[in-house]
């Protein structure tokens, strides 16, 4: 009998499964948060308030999702009690809030209700402030001084305080609203909800998702007393413990059992963040190459085997699910902001991939600063677009500046890294593009490769679940075997670098970082540099 190891991947605008066996996936099933659940009335998954800088979702509807999908599973025949072994995907850095109800709800569940109904008096938070929140500039300075400054901060946890990530985000919670912050027993990522609701008891955070959220200790991967005191009072017994990605956290509760027909001694692997579990997912185990990630967020990241920090301050280190480190580089100007452009045109896909392909690369020496959202990597509070040599109503110009200036930002914001990846792995719905593909092989000058699989983050959950479960029972598999597994059985299409662009794009590079050195940091006029590269490239 084959075995079945199940994937999910809670993300900001879905919740995806995966199911593979020992050489082979076998089903795919996505919900999209706003059409499948759409009483929410989220908009991508999220809730924007008035102020735009405050941006969460409902830790209930991720709930409802993973029990529609359990459904599907059942509707479309799936042999459950196959599944051996589950681990999970959540967005990094929302935390949710919940009450001292929660776990005797979770222990008490009764088959004939649906879940939410149960467990929706266990929060001490109705939302959940999500990574696209950047309201906590204040707690982030905070937190910074109490622990000692940027390079101590980078130096401790990883990274330097963000907006985004959970310390800042729990301090503002508890400062403004202290009764609730006491009310609150305990404070989940959202990847160890998210196993907790399979759980029926409080999962671990792991500490590669753990690593994003300016509480841990980087090198010793344990709660900081010094960063917790900088956070919120009694924090160290609001969190769960801390486990290794690769740990089993127990079996599946009864109550999916007896409902779903899963496998009493399925186990339940930790679950870890989404771009921790795409590393997996893309077979990164090894230095050398890096990734791209092209979700409602576009990351950078690529696999670390020591600590190496940014200390400019831009980027971070988590931890990678082999139990080594990861760097990554996170815009929030991702899809959203490709949508924006292409909403604003009234373009679908195909026409926006049309435009890519008839227009040149340096587009005539159009630059934009795409912040159509507050963005982190530069950090720009406001959102705000700019456009140098030409408007908003330049079709062609728009489509072309969006996506070269996207990758553009990440060259320039990825080089602290000093190493030129060998090759780029794409991930990420957008990924299925090809023409923004060949834009990003041309402006980092290396072959990108895409597998057939854009889900990487459930698909690295999927293959995470499998190689505890052959640890398990000792059968022997080193990462490297079973990452090579799931990616030869995937196609995958090569874009090689057109050499012919590599002067163009390296000029652009530096015409690039003089338009955000003028608008971000007082810089000099970028123009007479631009003109200069326009009569290189357009003119002679
Ligand atoms: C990474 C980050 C996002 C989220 C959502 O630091 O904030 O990539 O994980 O995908």
Known sequence: MSEYFFGLDCSTQSLTGI?????????????????????????????????????HSYPLMWVEALELLFKKLIRDKIPIEKIKAISGSGQQHGTVYLNNKFEDALKNLIIGKPLIHQIKDTFSRKTSPIWMDSSTTKQCKEIREFVGGMERTIKLTGSNTFERFSGPQIRKFYQENPFDYNQTSIIHLVSSFMASILLSSNAPIDTADGAGMNLMNIKT???????????????????PHLANSYDIIGKISPYYVKKFGFNPETILISWSGDN?????????????????????????????????????????????????????ICYKNGSLAREKIKQKFNLDWVKFSEILKNTPPGNYGKIMLPYFFPEIVPLVLTAKVYRFGFDDRDLDGNVRAIIESQFLSMRLHSEWIGEVPKEIYATGRASENREILEIIANIFNTRVVRFEISDSAALGAAIRSAKAYYDSIDV??????????????????????????????????????KCEDYILRNGENPEPFRNKFIQRFFQS
Request: proline share 3%; hydrophobic share 35%.
């Open 19 to 55: 199911i593979i066996d020992s050489n082979s996936i076998i089903y795919r099933k996505n919900i999209n948060f706003d059409k499948e659940l759409s009483r929410y009335n989220t908009k991508n998954g999220v809730v924007i308030f008035d102020d735009e800088k405050i941006v």
């Open 221 to 239: 991967k344990k709660w900081d007393d010094r960063a917790l005191n900088a956070t919120a009072p009694d924090l160290r017994d609001k969190l």
């Open 276 to 328: 921790p579990n795409s590393l997996i997912g893309v077979g990164l185990i090894k230095k050398g190459k890096a990734a791209i990630s092209l979700g409602t967020s576009d990351t950078y990241f690529s696999y670390l085997k020591k600590l190496y920090f940014d200390l400019s301050g831009e980027s971070h280190v988590f931890g990678a699910p082999t139990g080594d480190y990861m760097s990554l």
């Open 476 to 513: 022997k598999k080193s990462w490297q075997d079973i990452v090579d597994t799931y990616l030869n059985i995937q196609k995958s299409e090569i874009i090689e670098p057109d050499k012919k662009y590599k002067s163009l794009y390296d000029e652009l590079l530096i015409v690039y970082k």
